[in-house]
């Protein structure tokens, strides 16, 4: 069974910080990769997606991840969080059609808050 | 266009109660997903609805648990007999799909579900 580890559970930053979230999974085949976001009081959002090509993956707001298949890795950053930015992240994964379909996995989340 | 919507918004319910939540997915959208997000537990995926296949009903919790489709468009989540560790918000996603291709996932607000 696929697992997604999220490293870091409470992130807080000061605007303009730079960020990094950590985000692991554990299966080995082919993966499409997610990043979701969970503004306060909203749904989940998409931020960024990888399935295949360029590892480098940019995404809306200024996000991007890069995927690296030896480390099992797809670490999101963003170069100068803004308030704004305060959400809950969601790290997800799933095995597409030859690793058990488009189910999502999620990691358990981290919590950012950006301070003024 | 809409997105993904979902009743009701909150439901309070006492313990050995059923419940039925209701999803529309976004029109056009052949695939279905319902998970689940609680304290505990983070994001869970419960079942996936997949055009005319049978569903993968592989992360239903317990028998209580069961979900329909109607007229590929249209879901409703039922709880039999209700818990307190079923308090949770019950998410709904939807999504293209197509042989051989991947496409993202398109969350509802959720039903915040609680029982007492």
């Known amino acids: 069974a696929q697992s997604v580890s999220q490293h870091n559970h409470h992130v807080i930053l000061s605007e303009a910080a730079s960020l990094e979230l950590g985000c692991n999974y554990s299966?080995?085949?082919?993966?499409?990769l997610f990043w979701y976001v969970q503004y306060p009081g909203q749904h989940l959002q998409l931020l960024l997606k990888?399935?295949?090509?360029?590892?480098l993956v940019k995404g809306i707001k200024g996000f991007e991840a890069e995927f690296i298949k030896s480390k099992f890795s797809f670490n999101l950053r963003k170069p100068s969080v803004q308030w704004s930015d305060t959400a809950e992240y969601f790290c997800a994964v799933n095995g597409g059609l030859t690793g058990g379909g488009n189910k999502l996995t999620f990691g358990t989340g981290t919590q950012l808050k950006v301070e003024l | 266009g809409a997105g993904v919507s979902q009743s009701p918004s909150n439901k309070v319910t006492e313990k050995g109660k059923d419940v039925e939540l209701r999803c529309d997915p976004i029109?056009?959208?052949?695939?279905l997903y319902w998970y689940r997000q609680s304290l505990g537990q983070g994001l869970e995926f419960l079942i996936y609805?997949?055009?005319?296949?049978?569903?993968?009903k592989s992360g239903l919790p317990s028998d209580r648990f069961s979900a329909e489709r109607t007229g590929g468009s249209v879901s409703t989540l039922t709880i039999q007999r209700t818990q307190q560790e079923d308090s949770a918000v019950y998410l709904c996603?939807?999504?293209?799909?197509?042989?051989?291709?991947?496409?993202?996932?398109?969350f509802g607000p959720g039903t915040r579900l609680t029982v007492t």
């Open positions: 609805f997949q055009g005319n296949s049978a569903p993968d």
């Open positions: 990888y399935f295949s090509g360029d590892p």
């Open positions: 299966y080995g085949g082919t993966v499409n």
């Open positions: 029109s056009g959208h052949t695939a």
């Open positions: 996603a939807s999504s293209l799909e197509g042989r051989g291709m991947v496409y993202e996932q398109y």
